[in-house]
């Protein structure tokens, strides 16, 4: 019933497409207990198959088509399994609370599962299943016509990976030992993850570098890899049995060889695979020993040259010994204790084979001029016969050279010997050059997880540009060991001098200090300026053999010194921007090998963390002393900002006359015969009536220091200054008092209201919002809406905060947060915008009745109340409102000045001084459209505010009076839309009519007409 059986043979998938397969095979395997397994008869099928997914010599990809048959399965197996008797999942987790609609995964209850729960069994079910058991192939079929995605990936979603099943998947991991990062290395003591030297057996590794749409990446392209298709499943595996040396003799030559190859296919470690290359050679050819040598370095050879802008010493390739003298009975570990050895490319026989890709069999080695006798010096070993053959690869390039040396009987090696040997040595190319590419695929995951870690290291502490360099310095010398690295910060303002420079030595961590140090040493050793400047100035890449031969290099900074300066890596260090903002040079790499292409391409990639490292903590340096510099800014400003203490002292010695004296219950309160001091003393009646100052136990000192700095902190403009604040804050004394609101809003929204309605213009220029955003002046940067408002609310802020003007300093942090929340809602409800915003759905909660014991009502009514307080001189009787519409329009003018002046645009009609005759008419737009409803609204919630919608109307009829004696309408426009009917949708009642007696119809239609036009025009401009 299982369908078509798993094709493990199937190896058009890549080795992604296996492990993913496998990994959904695995857990559907698991997630079946064994009973749901034998009931549907698969336990042998898919036990046997999984068995086998560890062969080495067989592929692991289940074909589409039986995969298709799993998902299937589970799909009508998550439909059905309530209904069949004895099935359960595997899961430790319960099911109580589950939602009885989604199939059952885990933990089916013991009623369910026999059929006497809620869920009855069905013989109908069980014998649909049957069927379907009887018939795979129908059942294969309906599934891929009609069933959806969404099927299958919701069962494997809800059960694949729940937060508490006990379904655990074991996969292989096949990581690199040592590999991840340990969050607690440090900089003082790097862990060397692995050497840069490393990876030149590896050969060339592609540059780490590539650009995509002109974007630096490190992402390599899988079409260029060429270890993309190679089974990195297991590092080591399975080794298969080797015959012994005396059943290997009883074989024929041609069996032999085959026997041998064999032996070597599986192999991808490479010191391992070398090894049996040389036993299996000197087993085939009689020899005592072998050698085998690898290629490294780079193909050309010569003097420095230009690569893509990059000035390089070119390397000659060299051979290395993977393993030397190595015979039937030595073992892999003793070879391993040997020291590696390094032939020139070109040098002494091997060096000949390899350049030439001749073989060469001498019958008496001391015989030949190009035999080399040091090693039997050394070793006391007298080497006579040689065979020495190169290794190539698929392509015909050497990769390698075998040696056989001493032919047993003392007999020279034979035409037939050099034929079994190049036989078996084309083989062995195959097999080092996958074992090579093993190699150069787990090297390359290394060189990627050390380059990540140091890059973490670099951006977990950016405190500092000493902290930062000494991290760099210290894992640069680690990773590529060399006895100098020295990095050097170009000077801002020239590209050719420096102005810090930074040294490290391979000696300083030895030091006393040296677990200790947290910072680099400067200017400690001499600068090569010839090549460093180069490197400044172009951003190429110097990197020199011969220090001594390059014309760049100024001898000059050894002498003297003990030092001397032999190999040279230089690099430029850029920002993402890809300015040069330093040097790294390297100096000395170890043994006195030359820095490589590999350490280039290592170097080059760090540089580009290290250019973001460095150029951070320069712009977190500069934001520090930004930070500095502001703080000392804002403390002088608030010294000068604040009153002083004997401003407070003169004003807590005046006496404070009652409320009734200064009639502050009065809606109709003129302030024009108060000075400032009877101003001052006013407000501080007004904390007193509403019992603040007691219930918040302010200081009155510090009170009284408080009102003086607010007063000091408003310019001298028309309008909003201090004496407006201070009108603001008396209405809203007298609304809270006569309505008896301050019972619905509390003491704490109290308080937060009359500090907003005195705080709300501080530091007003005189000029609104648009202007702001019109000259681009730093205020709209820093707001982009409500720019005013929020500047104002910060002043307030600023001053609460500063020392001796602490008004909220004895307040517990929860009432705190309150005020200071309602402060600021408060203050930006003052922008007119916001009331445009709010006061529909305002009239809406009048509408309906008010719940002042909902958060949003009170809202609603603290942003309206504050609105209603800004605009109350519309309110106040005609002498104060005209005096007042006087000083509004006049600033107003200055506004539209400065804007035809200085931004060369045309102010609109309500700032234009042109259509100042205009001021009655356009008075009469702003009550209608603004004012009037909003006062009508608050009347409707108490009839104590009824004298306000009276003095509205009676300032109404006023201008409209002026308005008909200067006859300023002589034509309707024609192309302003009726108005009445728009604007009766935010209106609970339709505005008053002028007075009969005006007589004037044409011009109260022409004033119902442009309403709405004026009511945008304020909504920009107060």
Known sequence: MFGPQLDFTDTQHSIHMQIDCWNVLTLKYNLLGETTQKYFGIEKDISLSMSKRHDPSVSIVPSLKAFICIQQLFCYLATFTLSLPGLQLRSGSSSEGADPRMP????????????????????????????????????????????????????????????????????????????????????????????????????LLKPMISTVDGQQTFLTSTTEDPTGNLITASP????????????????????????????????????????????????????????????????????????????????????????????????????????????????????????????????????????????DTITGYRTKTLLCMPIKDTNGDVIGVAQVINKMGDQPFTKQDEEVFSSYLQFCGIGLRNAHLYEKSQLEIKRNQVLLDLARMIFEEQSTIEHVVFRILTHTQSLIQCQRVQILLVHQGSKISFSRVFDFEASDLNGEDGESRTSPFESRFPINIGITGYVATTGETVNIAQADEDSRFDPNVDDGTGFKHKTILCMAIKNSSGDIIGVIQLINKFSDLPFTKNDENFVEAFAIFCGMGIHNTHMYERAMVAIAKQNVTLEVLSYHATASLEDAQKLRSLRVPSSVHFRLHDFGFDDICMDDDETLTACIRMFLDLDLVERFHMDYEVLCRWLCSVKKNYRNVTYHNWRHAFNVAQMMF?????????????????????IGCLCHDLDHRGTNNSFQIKASSPLAQLYSTSTMEHHHFDQCIMILNSPGNQLLGNISSEEYSRVIRVLEEAILSTDLAVYFRKRGAFFNVVREGPCWAVEDHRELLRAMLMTVCDLAAITKPWEIEKRVAELVSSEFFEQGDIEREKLNITPIDIMNREKEDQLPLMQVGFIDSICLPIYEGFAMLSDKLEPLVVGVRQNRDKWMEIAADNSLVTTTPAAVADADAKDSNDNLSKPSTPDSKNGNKMLEVFVSKIRLNLQNIFCKCV
């Not at 072998?290 to 000035?311: I, M, P, W």
Request: aromatic content about 6%; charged content about 25%; hydrophobic content about 35%.
């Open 104 to 203: 059952v995964s885990d933990g089916l209850s013991r009623n369910q599962l026999s059929g006497t729960g809620t869920n009855q069994y069905d013989p109908e079910y069980a014998r649909m299943e049957a069927w379907l058991d009887e018939h795979p192939d129908f059942v294969q079929d309906y599934f891929l016509r009609k069933a959806t995605r969404q099927v299958v990936d919701s069962w494997l979603v809800s059960h694949a990976t729940p937060a508490s099943s006990s379904v655990e998947l074991s996969s292989p991991t096949h990581g690199i030992p040592g590999g991840s990062s340990r969050g607690g290395s440090g900089a003082t003591t790097p862990v060397r993850k692995i050497s840069a030297h490393e990876f030149e057996r590896g050969g």
């Open 236 to 375: 080591t595996p399975n080794r298969r049995h080797r015959r012994s040396r005396h059943e290997l003799r009883q074989l024929d030559e041609k069996e032999l060889i085959f026997e041998l190859v064999k032996d070597i296919c599986n192999e991808l470690e490479v010191r391992s695979l070398c090894h049996k290359i040389l036993q299996n050679v000197s087993m085939l050819l009689h020899a005592d020993r072998g050698s085998l040598f690898l290629v490294q370095g780079e193909r050309s050879g010569g003097c420095a040259q230009q690569d893509n802008g990059r000035t390089i010493a070119t390397r000659s390739r060299c051979l290395v010994s993977k393993l030397f003298d190595v015979c039937s009975r030595s073992t892999l570990m003793e070879m391993e204790k040997k020291d590696e050895i390094r032939i020139p490319w070109g040098t002494g026989i091997v060096g000949y084979v390899a350049e030439s890709g001749d073989p060469v069999n001498i019958p008496d080695a001391y015989q030949d001029d190009r035999f080399n006798d040091e090693i």
């Open 734 to 754: 007298s609304i809270l008092t006569a309505t008896q609101w301050w019972n619905i809003f509390g003491e704490i929204e109290c308080l937060a209201l009359l």
